[in-house]
């Protein structure tokens, strides 16, 4: 399948290839360093997942910064290069970068934990909260919402994923997503925060290191193509591919080998990977905007800013509370309702994938 899904992509043109002509690589490098510090703001940081540990902690800054790294830029440069740069598109590579919490890190056979516990029971053999990983929160988290914050960084890159534009609009829906977003994490990063000490450093080593990659990557992200940033190079994105292949070579036996559930299981969900990679093949191929300008103003990054804000600051209060049941209330509802949804956006994506494909494309012909 992963043959098919290139099979209808011509040679890559000149304007697809990653220029060094419009930023000197030391920008590019710190640009993409500070796109892989936002990826890990919305996925470890609003989660809470890394602030156990803590940002500063060598798991944190040598295997998990370089995971997420690895997975979202290797995504990033395979979504340009195959023009499947929709907005479903871009949501089911998400899924593919989710589906790393089985093989690394077994969470949905496993557990949160160490300890092989469930936190809300089982659909077969998978987590039934566990299994919303994949199919919801690195789609968003991981991907999509850091993938936007970068276009806002870096306008050019509008023209590569002009859909990523609805997320930090004035609709209505995208208001809901966006207060959606806010009232799902206050209460998570607030649980997990380990208290209103441990997350204050945290944020603040986060936002220092912030700024400092910030001014450092300005001549990469204003440069008029944005492209070297999210699209690696040959060598690069070789560097990428055994980078991720020694990583999974390695986790998949030594990390919580204990969670490994049967080779039939194991076996089941490489069907996760068949359909969601089916589904891309089966998306048009999307150019670049041809306009050479694209808008984006203030008010997006403004606004990307408060919802940050309004999760960091109120779970910084709520981390009084942390580990206390009464965080629990809003969380474990909120859990049922990613499932579900997560499985409903999955399957709204793969639909449009085949309508695109056959009902488009039949439409078309008709015409002709």
């Given at each position: 399948?992963?043959?098919k899904?290139?099979?209808?992509?011509?040679p890559?043109?000149a304007?697809?290839q990653?220029?060094?002509?419009?930023a000197s690589?030391?920008?590019?490098?710190?640009?993409?360093l500070?796109i892989?510090?936002?990826?890990?703001?919305c996925?470890?940081?609003?989660?809470?997942?890394?602030l156990?540990?803590?940002?500063?902690?060598?798991?944190t800054?040598?295997?998990t910064?370089?995971l997420y790294?690895?997975?979202?830029?290797?995504?990033?440069?395979?979504?340009v290069?195959t023009?499947?740069?929709s907005l479903?598109?871009?949501?089911l590579?998400?899924v593919?970068?989710?589906?790393?919490e089985s093989?690394?890190?077994?969470?949905?056979w496993?557990?949160?934990?160490?300890?092989?516990?469930?936190?809300?029971?089982s659909?077969?053999?998978?987590g039934?909260?566990?299994?919303?990983?994949?199919?919801?929160?690195?789609p968003?988290?991981?991907?999509i919402?850091?993938?936007a914050?970068?276009c806002?960084?870096c306008?050019?890159?509008r023209?590569?994923?002009?859909d990523?534009?609805w997320?930090t609009g004035?609709?209505?829906?995208a208001?809901?997503v966006?207060?959606?977003l806010v009232l799902?994490?206050v209460?998570?990063?607030?649980?997990?925060?380990?208290?209103?000490?441990?997350l204050a450093?945290?944020?603040a080593?986060v936002?220092?290191?912030?700024?400092?990659?910030?001014?450092?990557?300005?001549?990469?992200?204003?440069?008029?193509d944005?492209?070297p940033?999210v699209?690696?190079?040959?060598?690069?994105?070789?560097?990428?591919?055994?980078?991720?292949?020694?990583l999974?070579?390695?986790?998949?036996?030594?990390?919580r080998?204990?969670?490994?559930?049967?080779?039939?299981?194991?076996?089941?969900?490489?069907?996760?990977?068949?359909?969601v990679?089916l589904?891309?093949c089966l998306?048009?191929r999307?150019?670049?905007?041809a306009?050479?300008t694209?808008?984006?103003e203030?008010?997006?990054?403004q606004?990307?800013?408060?919802?940050?804000?309004?999760i960091?600051?109120?779970?910084?209060?709520?981390?009084?509370?942390?580990g206390?049941?009464?965080?629990?209330?809003?969380?474990l509802?909120?859990?049922?309702?990613?499932?579900?949804?997560g499985?409903?956006?999955?399957?709204i994506?793969?639909m449009a994938?085949?309508?695109e494909?056959?009902v488009?494309?039949?439409?078309?012909?008709?015409r002709?």
């Open positions: 399948m992963a043959s899904l290139t099979a209808d992509v011509p890559v043109a304007e697809l990653p220029s060094r002509s419009s690589r030391a920008p590019v490098v710190f640009a993409r500070l892989g510090l936002i990826v890990m703001i996925a470890e940081l609003f989660s809470g997942a890394s156990k540990l803590g940002f500063w902690h060598p798991v800054l040598i295997l910064f370089w790294f690895g997975h979202f830029f290797f995504l990033t440069t395979l979504a290069r023009g499947r740069t479903g598109a871009l949501y590579w998400g593919l970068f989710g589906l790393y093989w690394i890190t077994k969470v949905i496993h557990g949160y934990g160490e300890d092989g516990k469930l936190v809300m029971g659909i077969g053999p998978y039934f909260s566990e299994i919303s990983m994949v199919f919801i929160f690195h968003v988290m991981s991907f919402l850091p993938l914050v970068t806002l960084l306008p050019p890159l023209r590569l994923f002009p990523l534009a997320l004035k609709g209505k829906l208001r809901v966006q207060g959606y799902s994490f209460p998570i990063i607030a649980m997990n925060s380990r208290g209103p000490v441990n450093l945290n944020a080593l936002l220092v290191v912030m700024v400092i990659l910030l001014r450092l990557a300005r001549p990469a992200l204003s440069a008029p944005g492209r940033i699209v690696f190079g040959r060598r690069g994105f070789n560097g990428l591919s055994v980078y991720l292949a020694i999974y070579g390695l986790t998949y036996p030594q990390l080998p204990e969670g490994l559930p049967s080779i039939a299981v194991q076996a089941v969900t490489f069907v996760f990977y068949a359909v990679i589904g891309l998306y048009r999307r150019d670049p905007l306009s050479p694209v808008s984006v203030a008010r997006e990054l606004l990307v800013m408060t919802i940050f804000g309004l960091l600051v109120p779970g910084l209060v709520l981390s009084v509370f942390a206390q049941p009464i965080l629990f209330l809003p969380i509802p909120n859990f049922a309702v990613w499932t579900v949804l499985f409903v956006l999955t399957a994506c793969l994938s085949v309508q494909r056959f488009v494309s039949g439409d078309a012909h008709r002709a």
